[in-house]
């Protein structure tokens, strides 16, 4: 019972998308423009970088809001961090009223790592920037940490259910990250360095800035 409702409330605070309803106030669907993903980094090229600010961080604050809930309801359960977590990144990429089109994961993911401990955060968000300044695009980062955290969770904590429900958020987080590695490789993803260098950008794209398509 305390897994099953740690999943449901991960999944139900997970699956609420700032991005989804700010595009949806501006009369569109966030998924139809940009990199066609509900999520902070879409919503930074198509809502500007105030509200794409502000999309990251609430997916940061919710996933450690449901988590710190969840550990206050079941103080005494071991798993909490871990299956809260997971669920609430399922709720984000596959929120039931969104036809489970959501964002990717990456926001919720840090704000999970943030609650498990800062120095490890600390620690993760220092080697992703260092990943995000090498590679220039930012679907590296994702996919990096959400390969490396399950391992670095499992090994302090010895807890390997946990480290399976953050196995299988991993395995999520990479599935929806496919089609970035596929743009990548044929030269049609868009660039870090977007956000500050958009005409170079499109210019090497050969289209239009993602807003005005």
Not at 53 to 78: E, H, N, Q
Not at 87 to 109: E, Q, T, V
Not at 141 to 166: C, E, M, Q, S
Request: glycine letters at 8%; proline letters at 3%.
């Amino acid at each position: 019972m305390k897994t099953l409702s740690c999943i449901l409330m991960g999944y139900l605070i997970g699956s609420i998308n700032p991005s989804y309803f700010l595009a949806r106030r501006k009369g569109f669907d966030i998924r139809e423009k940009g990199s066609h993903n509900a999520g902070a980094s879409n919503a930074v090229i198509l809502l500007g970088k105030g509200r794409g600010i502000f999309c990251a961080l609430f997916d940061i604050l919710k996933t450690c809001f449901v988590i710190a809930a969840a550990k206050r309801i079941f103080p005494f359960y071991p798993h909490t961090l871990a299956v809260t977590g997971t669920s609430c990144i399922i709720g984000h990429i596959y929120p039931f009223y969104m036809k489970f089109r959501g964002g990717k994961g990456l926001a919720c993911l840090g704000g999970m790592i943030l609650m498990y401990d800062r120095r490890v955060f600390l620690v993760f968000l220092s080697i992703e920037a260092v990943i995000l300044f090498i590679t220039n695009y930012i679907c590296f980062v994702p996919i990096t940490a959400a390969a490396v955290f399950p391992f670095t969770y499992g090994v302090l904590d010895h807890d390997r259910f946990g480290a399976a429900f953050l196995l299988a958020a991993a395995a999520v987080i990479l599935f929806k990250h496919i089609e970035n590695l596929r743009r990548i490789k044929n030269g049609t993803e868009l660039r870090f360095s977007y956000l500050w260098n958009k005409e170079a950008e499109m210019q090497r794209l050969g289209r239009k800035s993602p807003e005005e398509e």
